[in-house]
């Protein structure tokens, strides 16, 4: 509303009109991408999209927590087997 209160002359006006044309252009340019955004998420494509990197995310996870499962057992066994060993001594 500043920007209005400063206008004297003709030349203001259309300095005003075309800020508030580019301002308007910038905001319907966001709008669309936003739109594009939307719509990539409720086709079939863009579903299967997500889904994939969803699930690779959650096979990844797994992989690791298998990987320190199983390290955790051998350091468990490798413990047993030397007290065990220190026992039959």
Request: aromatic letters at 14%; zero cysteines; hydrophobic letters at 40%.
């Amino acid at each position: 509303m500043q920007r209005f209160r400063n206008i004297r002359t003709t030349k203001d006006i259309k300095l005003v009109k075309a800020q508030v044309k580019n301002e308007m252009l910038e905001a319907e340019k966001d709008l669309f991408a936003s739109f594009a955004l939307v719509e990539s998420i409720f086709t079939l494509s863009g579903f299967f999209t997500k889904f994939t990197a969803g699930f690779s995310v959650a096979q990844r996870a797994i992989f690791t927590a298998h990987k320190y499962i199983v390290k955790f057992m051998n350091w468990r066994s490798k413990k047993k087997k030397k007290k065990q060993e220190k026992n039959q001594d």
